[in-house]
């Protein structure tokens, strides 16, 4: 289901590809945690939130995906979420 998800997503079908990657998400899948921090991130087929972004990499970041690692790191000294935490 991961691989379908992300063909949808690099397709831009967000809005298809949004409720897989929630599946898996909820399943633990690290990765699909990491897509949905992007479409929050970015406003792929969904409001545009980083405050949604970001727990969905720190959610990622704790099961060890890497690029929501970068992405945290990346944001963090510009960011005014995390200044409140």
């Known amino acids: 289901m991961l691989n379908k998800a992300i063909e949808l997503f690099e397709a ?15 399943e633990g899948d690290a990765e699909a945690m990491y897509y949905i921090g992007m479409m929050y991130y970015e406003g792929w087929g969904v409001e545009k939130s980083q405050e949604k972004a970001i727990e969905w990499w720190k ?27």
């Open 12 to 26: 831009d079908k967000f809005e298809e590809a949004l409720p897989l990657f929630k599946a898996l998400a909820k």
């Open 59 to 85: 959610r990622a970041n704790r099961r060890g995906n890497l690029d929501a690692k970068y992405m945290l790191q990346t944001i963090c000294s510009t960011s005014s979420v995390f200044a409140r935490e």
